[in-house]
């Protein structure tokens, strides 16, 4: 395997850092303490095609490999994790769900939307309830004649309130049955459709987290996203893929955190020689360094994996669980190399600290990935 850069992916690279140093890192603090979802920066991606990387051109997006995907995660993450968290939310969960199992007309009337960004996507499985055991969920769904009827509440949504469309996964059949969970898609206006609470997050603030309400939302029988039953085998699909995601947002909070630390270390002077000099501070940015590649690596192979069409549910484990770790050792690494500096708003790495510890949580936490990559390994799966 070479996972040399390609043409493509330093064209990416370099697209995301002028982009992002124009209209993203000026209003990276403001936002964060607004807690401001920037629609029209998410617009301009859209545009930019960041929205609907892995989408075919056939249906408006950029048609380009996981490979490019992550590249643009990393390089937005260096700058600010929240805002990328909402691009990685919208492009790996929403619309990721509709274009792996979405019907033709599905596809065609939804990707184009979501692929521009004019329309922010949501995806809802989390309920206040359930966390890591999705099978005892209680947002049920029921048909009658033609149509869908859905009623419960999700929370920790990414745009749960902002969101234009929302892929839901709701239990159709028994509880704890692994095939009595459908997904649907539900379009914001719907009557009985609605947001709730919006969380005040300790980080991650401009990327919306919300609850969504459904009472009595009625939806049309051709917005059932594949077959019926078959809701939560296809999240836990999704999910492999999205954890590829989380592993290139965590990998762009290590990389500024990091990055950051080592200019700073670099300038900063005590007893009259540069702090990098240090040998407790070298070997700081040398254990990071290390780790960072070997982060790199993992994710790359996941995304090796995917696009060969294989099973990788153990190496998106492997990425996301390494990557996600990472993100908050190198970040709160970054802050004691800062010192006191570190610890206020006037640098990055307090920020990065803060957003980082999301990325063990969301899309499965540390300890499921544990679970799984355990599982994987006890079924022969090495």
């Known amino acids: 395997m070479n996972f040399a850069p390609t043409e493509d992916q330093q ?10 140093e124009k209209n993203i890192r000026p209003y990276v603090m403001e936002w964060d303490e607004a807690q401001t979802l920037p629609r029209e920066t998410l617009r ?6 960041l929205m609907g990387i892995l989408v075919p051109q056939a249906y408006g997006g950029s048609g380009l490999t996981y490979f490019e995907y992550v590249t643009a ?11 990328t968290l909402s691009v990685a939310a919208h492009n790996s969960l929403c619309t990721g769900h509709i274009l792996k199992f979405g019907n033709e007309v599905q596809k065609q009337k939804y990707l ?16 206040p309830n ?43 059949g028994e509880l704890l049955d692994s095939h009595g969970m459908t997904a649907f898609i539900v379009e914001r206006g719907t009557p009985g459709f609605s947001g709730g609470k919006k969380e005040n997050k300790l980080g991650m ?14 939806i049309p029988e051709e917005n059932v996203l594949g077959k019926v039953g078959d809701g939560f085998i296809q999240a836990m699909k999704v999910l492999d893929g999205g954890r590829i995601s989380i592993a290139a947002l ?36 040398a254990d990071i360094a290390t780790e960072l590649e070997a982060a790199k690596l993992l994710t790359f192979l996941a995304c090796d994996k ?62 499921i990935q544990k679970l799984v990559i355990s599982r994987e390994i006890l079924n022969g799966n090495i």
């Not at 064209?11 to 992002?20: K, L």
């Open 112 to 127: 184009p939307k979501l692929a521009s960004c004019e329309w922010l996507g949501a995806w809802g499985l989390t309920e």
């Open 44 to 49: 301009q991606l859209g545009a930019l095609g």
């Open 205 to 218: 603030r401009c990327s919306e987290t919300a609850e969504m309400i459904f009472d009595n939302c009625r």
């Open 73 to 83: 995660l990393i390089e937005l993450g260096k700058v600010d994790s929240s805002l």
């Open 306 to 367: 995917i696009m060969r069409g294989e099973k990788m549910t153990k190496e998106g484990a492997f990425a996301k669980y390494y990557a996600s770790e990472l993100a908050v050792k190198a970040s709160t690494e970054a802050i004691q190399i800062f010192g006191g500096y570190g610890y206020t708003k006037d640098f990055p790495v307090e920020k990065f600290f803060r957003d980082s510890k999301l990325c063990t949580i969301g899309e499965g936490t540390s300890e």
């Open 130 to 172: 359930t966390g890591s055991d999705a099978g005892r969920m209680k947002c049920v769904a029921h048909q009658e004649g033609n149509e869908w009827v859905i009623n419960g509440t999700k929370n920790f949504i990414t745009h749960g309130k902002s969101g234009d469309i929302a892929v839901v996964i709701a239990r159709t």
């Open 250 to 285: 965590s990998l762009g909070i290590a990389q500024g955190s990091y990055e950051a630390a080592l200019k700073y270390a670099q300038e900063r002077e005590q007893f009259g020689k540069p702090i990098a000099t240090f040998q407790a501070i070298s070997f700081k940015l």
């Open 11 to 20: 064209m990416i690279a370099q697209t995301v850092r002028d982009f992002a």
